[in-house]
């Protein structure tokens, strides 16, 4: 089992910037990639972005591009989201994500998920 605990989340204004991290803990040799998605409120939880450990190869959704980017930490088994230009629409809980194998990568399906962070942005 892989443990996932997100911190960072909270109450921004629009325009301002967040840095989610993402810390994992357990079997972490097994991880493959980790990333990120969110949920907003009413509407079903979205693929953010993924960022592969040998490669550091990222992948982002089109409505994040330019204003998110994920990093992450191998040797600290951690990864982060920075985003900029906060939009109210990017009100969600932040989920942090596991994967441990490519297949989960391509279908976008974690073998394992954090609890969430949430975050609001006012308008």
């Known amino acids: 089992q892989v443990q996932l605990v997100e911190s960072g989340g909270g109450l921004v204004q629009a325009g301002g910037s967040l840095r989610l991290s993402c810390a994992a803990s357990?079997?972490?040799?097994?991880?493959?990639?980790m990333g990120w998605f969110r949920q907003a409120p009413g509407k079903e939880r979205e693929f953010v972005a993924t960022?592969?450990?040998?490669?550091?190869?990222?992948t982002y959704a089109d409505s994040v591009k330019g204003r998110f980017t994920i990093s992450g930490d191998n040797a600290k088994n951690t990864v982060y989201l920075q985003i900029y230009s906060l939009k109210p629409e990017d009100t969600a809980v932040y989920y942090c994500?596991?994967?441990?194998?490519?297949?989960?990568?391509?279908?976008?399906?974690?073998?394992?998920w954090g609890q969430g962070t949430q975050v609001t942005v006012s308008s």
């Open positions: 960022i592969t450990w040998s490669s550091s190869d990222t």
């Open positions: 994500a596991s994967y441990t194998n490519f297949q989960g990568v391509i279908w976008r399906n974690p073998a394992y």
């Open positions: 357990g079997r972490t040799f097994s991880t493959y990639a």
